[in-house]
């Protein structure tokens, strides 16, 4: 089996110079020369050189969906972690339920997840969450794991398909929120097996042609399993 | 302080063996612990030391955070058992001002304006040490910072020169020589430390100190020679980051 993986760049390692590229993400450019700003997978798209990190923290992006945990409920808003350098707030007009000032508890508590989207990132990062949407909710039951945030895009595969295999052959139901946070609800078995699957997935998401191995892999054990 | 070591032999060969402009023997290994987000491992001569780096993370307390940028707060702590003497536990003068120093080293090479209010924090833990913990901290700062994904413009590294056996057998004193990388009885009975950390892709200094005293041309001296062992030390901190991603794809 082919294992070509991609090109594994260092921080302040060259990649090109400003006149016949463009700095993309994880770069920055000094004296007309694009470097790379941290460990990542060089990709190069159009004209555009990206780095994609491989480890760190979650960068908040406003309407990304997010899984988030209850930090502390305070008089009148929620600050949930959501794997970002910072807590993010949930103002109580943000909730779909009508909430009395100093009853945060009563809704919401320390170590409650939520399912939630950014709705606004500050200039100084302030970061605020809302779950007034459809599909955002309080989380019951089920199992959160935690991937790097960098391997989310890999997970979901190109138009979902890596995600769409992994429902698929496991039974279960799996949402996959941008900030690396994972929901699985189904048979603990199926669980377990979502849980290594996705364990693999972030272990080796830096090969070519991971989709189709993962396929074979799911496919195999699903047969012994009937 | 009596000297009477005899710090180069007839073949030019110092204490240890090594030459002049040779470095001890250093190892290096990226993201030895998990709870960290990034941390290193590294082995220079037998100074022994792991970093850990945390964040960014909100810096607390509130009144230190920076609007505009990150805080970076390096901690250097020698181990009570790292010299042979007990060290006594806990921040002394000397591992304060270490700490003050290797911050705002890495600060230079961080990308602090990208994380406002947060701090940046490293922990270095020297468990041996052989002279040159500084910049064997500093070293594996650099290699856990890396590993942590926190964006940077470089990786630092650190290097030391310094001057040994100015004085001959009698006690009169003589040229001396500018050596590479001070070991223990050099550093302890030597005549200057020159430490210095530098941005290997531009030739930076990030940190420059000295102990004892130099005159212009062996400064100069010294402080080239420092900046070719960093540039040495760089490429095997290259290695040891890319060697974890190597390692990573054998499993399963």
């Known amino acids: 089996m082919s294992r070509e993986k991609r090109e594994i760049v260092i921080p302040s390692q060259l990649l090109g110079d400003t006149n016949s590229n463009k700095a993309g993400r994880g770069t920055f450019i000094e004296k007309g020369k694009i470097y790379s700003d941290r460990m990542g997978l060089l990709s190069k798209k159009s004209d555009y050189i990206n780095v994609i990190p491989l480890k760190g923290r979650y960068e908040p992006i406003e309407k990304d969906f997010i899984i988030g945990i209850i930090e502390e409920p305070l008089s009148s808003s929620w600050l949930v972690d959501i794997n970002a350098p910072y807590p993010a707030l949930l103002h109580t007009n943000e909730v779909p339920w009508d909430v009395e000032f100093g009853e945060t508890d009563k809704y919401l508590n320390r170590g409650d997840s939520i399912m939630a989207k950014i709705l606004e990132v500050g200039l100084e990062k302030n970061i605020q969450i809302t779950l007034k949407d459809h599909n955002l909710y309080k989380i019951r039951g089920g199992y959160i794991t935690n991937i790097e945030p960098s391997k989310v895009p890999r997970l979901i595969g190109k138009k979902g398909s890596m995600i769409t295999l992994l429902k698929k052959y496991t039974k279960s139901r799996i949402i996959v929120g941008k900030n690396g946070r994972i929901w699985i609800n189904g048979d603990n078995d199926n669980i377990l097996k979502a849980l290594q699957v996705i364990k693999k997935i972030e272990n080796e998401s830096i090969y070519y042609g991971l989709t189709d191995r993962i396929e074979e892999l799911l496919k195999k054990d699903s047969k012994d399993v009937q | ?252």
């Open chain 2, 1 to 252: 302080m009596e000297q009477d070591i005899k710090f180069i032999d007839d073949d030019g060969k110092r204490l240890d063996g090594r030459k002049y402009d040779e470095l001890r023997e250093i190892k290096i290994e990226a993201g030895v612990l998990h709870r960290a987000e990034g941390s290193c491992y590294l082995e220079w001569g037998s100074n022994k030391v792991v970093a850990a780096v945390y964040g960014p993370r909100e810096a607390i307390p509130r009144h230190s955070q920076n609007p505009l940028k990150a805080i970076v707060r390096a901690r250097y702590n020698m181990a009570a058992f790292s010299v042979d003497d007990r060290k006594r536990p806990g921040p002394d003068r000397r591992s304060r001002e270490i700490s003050k120093v290797i911050s705002e080293a890495l600060e230079k090479v961080i990308l602090t304006e990208k994380f406002p209010r947060a701090a940046i924090e490293v922990n270095i833990e020297v468990l041996e040490a052989e002279a040159g913990t500084r910049c064997a901290g500093l070293t594996a700062a650099g290699v856990a910072l890396a590993d942590a994904g926190i964006p940077m413009k470089d990786i630092p590294v650190a290097c030391a020169a310094g001057k040994i056996g100015s004085k001959d057998d009698y006690g009169k004193k003589i040229g001396g020589n500018i050596v590479l990388d001070l070991g223990k009885q050099e550093d302890n009975f030597g005549d200057a430390d020159l430490p210095i950390a530098i941005s290997p892709r531009n030739g930076e200094i990030l940190l420059l100190q000295m102990d004892g005293h130099l005159t212009l041309d062996e400064f100069d001296n010294a402080l080239n020679l420092a900046i070719k062992g960093c540039n040495i030390i760089s490429k095997i901190q290259k290695e040891a980051l890319l060697q974890k991603y190597q390692v990573d794809m054998e499993v399963d």
